[in-house]
Structure formats: C-alpha cells, structure tokens
C-alpha cells in the first residue's frame, strides 16, 4: 500500500518543481504585490512541508518495496538491501527489520545483533528532517516579521499591518 503512496509522490515531485519555479520567477518579476515578502514566506514554509511529506512518503514506499520483495518470490532471501554486506557477516544473516521511522532497514544477525543495510534511507532521512526544519523555521520568521512590524508600527504611532492575507 505505501508503495502506491510512494509512486504519486513521485508524480508529485515535477508538480512541485514547475510550482517552486513559477514562484520565483514570478518574485523575481517587476510589478508584485506590496506584500509580496510575506506571502512568499507563508508560501515557502508551505512547500517545504510539502517537500518534507514528498520525500518521507518516497521513502516509505521504498522501505515497504524492500520489505515486500523480501519475504516472497524468487531470490528473495537474503533480502536485496542486506545483499551488500561484507561475506562474513552475510553468511551470519538472520532475517531483516524495516523501520518506518525513522526510514531504515535493518538486517538481524544469528547472534541478535543488527547491522544497518545499504540504501538511500539516510539521506531521505535527512532530506525529509531539512525541509521540515526549513518549514518550521520559515513559519517562524512570519511570526517574528509580524511582531516587529506590529512594535514599529506602535513606535510611529500607527497600527502595522501584519503579513497575513485577509
């Protein structure tokens, strides 16, 4: 099931890229609006959330790939991530363990040991950790650009307008 999750993120992924570039090329563009800084805040904490659940949801799908090709069908033991580990250690090899969160799998040892497998899980996991971190502090800078415009705007003796759309 995460499998087919996994291919509509990757459908996704050129969605998200026509979307990100039309944005800024359309901030780059003369004629935007006054609060163009703002909304581009708002929209870029919005799409690395988006990039976030792109690439977690990639690699759900891939865990549960391994997973699956694993426990059935011809050559499917020792499982196609654990392939790569060193010959004495294949030969000690058990069984295997996906983890979901965070991505990874696992391969279990004759003497209960785990070895981390080969694979992209890694660097989807830290891709997915960066555009959640850059979600949430873009999301932060608008509140923060909100206060101070809100301070100034008391300090001239007017009421600032904040970045938020009516």
């Known amino acids: 099931m995460l499998v087919l999750l996994m291919y509509g993120a990757m459908l996704a992924v050129p ?3 026509i979307a990100v570039a039309v944005k800024l090329i359309s901030a780059a563009l003369p004629g935007r609006r006054p609060d163009w800084a703002g909304d581009l805040l708002r929209w870029s904490a919005g799409m690395a959330a988006v990039a976030a659940a792109i ?3 990639i690699g759900l799908g891939s865990v549960q790939w391994d ?3 694993a426990e059935s069908g011809a050559s499917s033991s020792p499982a196609a991530p654990c392939r790569s580990l ?3 250690t294949l030969d ?4 295997h363990e996906p983890s979901y969160f965070p991505l990874g799998f696992d391969c279990r ?3 209960g040991s785990i070895v981390a497998a080969d694979g992209s899980y890694g660097l989807l996991n830290a891709l997915t950790a960066s555009f959640a971190l850059a979600a949430v502090l873009l999301m932060l800078s608008v509140g923060f650009v909100n206060e ?3 301070r ?6 007017r009421v600032a307008e904040p970045l938020e759309a009516p």
């Open 15 to 17: 969605l998200w890229g």
């Open 152 to 157: 100034a705007g008391t300090k001239a003796g």
């Open 67 to 69: 997973a699956s090709e």
């Open 148 to 150: 101070y415009r809100a």
């Open 86 to 88: 060193p010959p004495g």
């Open 55 to 57: 690439v977690y949801s």
């Open 109 to 111: 040892l004759d003497d």
């Open 92 to 95: 000690r090899l058990a069984g």
